[in-house]
């Protein structure tokens, strides 16, 4: 069973940081990409910043120039440094990663962390 693990949300006042983090642990053979997503109150979950395995990162336009995701591939981590926020910043947000299990069925399936608060205050 794989699971994925956030920390780091809370409150913060507008043109703060934050930083999240999420852990991926169980049966891991592989983790290929790996991402943040955030849902804002009452609106659809959005991609924020992907690490792909190997890959050059990428961001929403939205966050651009302030927010650095960077990964730990021994230590299976995936971070989220968040600067100059804003109250649009505001949202759930969800560490999400593309993970081939170690073991039978050796599938590669998408998993989700639980999700974490971060409310920015103008």
């Known amino acids: 069973q794989v699971q994925l693990v956030e920390s780091g949300g809370g409150l913060v006042q507008a043109g703060g940081s934050l930083r999240l983090s999420c852990v991926a642990s169980g049966s891991i053979s592989r983790i290929n990409a790996m991402s943040w997503y955030r849902q804002p109150p009452g609106k659809q979950r959005e991609l924020v910043a992907a690490a792909p395995s190997g890959g050059r990162t990428n961001y929403a336009d939205s966050v651009k120039g302030r927010f650095t995701i960077s990964r730990d591939n021994a230590k299976n981590t995936v971070d989220l440094q968040m600067n100059s926020l804003k109250p649009e910043d505001t949202a759930v947000y969800y560490c999400?990663?593309?993970?081939?299990?170690?073991?039978?069925?050796?599938?590669?399936?998408?998993?989700w962390g639980q999700g974490t608060q971060v409310t920015v205050s103008s």
């Open positions: 999400n990663a593309y993970i081939t299990q170690a073991t039978m069925p050796f599938t590669t399936d998408t998993y």
